[in-house]
């Protein structure tokens, strides 16, 4: 991929960023430090944007480890674990989404690499009363960073 599209690729994931109130970035239960991306963090402490880790597939690690990287992970932002293809945890989601959220309703952002479970997320933050459907935006695929794609739900 070039730098230009390298480029494109980080402002369509700025714009989605900007556009939103909150964001929620997915992470892998099984690889939470390699599935996290330290641009994204540190662009939405620049942009002042609240920020909610989501420890996801919960269901493929034992309880005391994802109790203790949402201990750790959590001395620096707001963390949940979840298992959103079993729907465990995901009422903890939505409750520390409105905790967190500078308004109601609120436009959710969800940003993460490939297959973290962002797509299972946005569509069951949709089937939620108090959330307006709204468009999912994947960014372009290449290198690892680029890859990360984003989406809106509001
Ligand atoms: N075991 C498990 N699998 C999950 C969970 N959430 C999602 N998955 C699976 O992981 C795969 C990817 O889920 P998606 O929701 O498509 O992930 P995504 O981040 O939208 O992927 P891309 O759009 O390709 O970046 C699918 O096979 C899901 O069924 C989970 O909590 N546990
Ligand atoms: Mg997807």
């Known amino acids: 991929m070039s730098r230009v599209s390298q480029a494109e690729a980080w402002r369509r994931v700025r714009n989605v960023l900007e556009m939103s109130d909150l964001v929620l970035e997915v992470i892998d239960s099984r690889d939470p430090v390699e599935t996290r991306n330290k641009r994204v963090e540190e662009l939405l402490g620049k ?5 909610i880790i989501v420890i996801n597939k919960a269901d493929l690690v034992p309880i005391d480890v994802l109790k203790e990287w949402k201990e750790y992970i959590g001395r ?7 298992s959103a ?3 465990l945890g995901t009422r903890k989601l ?3 989404i409105k ?11 969800v940003v993460g690499y490939p297959n973290v479970g962002k797509s299972t997320i946005i569509n069951y933050l949709r089937v939620g009363t108090w959330l307006r459907q709204a468009q999912c935006l994947v960014g372009p695929s290449a290198s690892r960073s680029s890859r990360l794609s984003s989406g809106s739900s509001s």
């Open 76 to 82: 620096e932002y707001p963390t949940v674990f979840i």
């Open 47 to 51: 942009l002042g944007k609240p920020l």
């Open 85 to 87: 293809k079993n729907r």
């Open 94 to 96: 939505i409750v520390s």
């Open 99 to 109: 905790q967190h959220a500078p308004r109601l309703p609120v436009r959710v952002s």
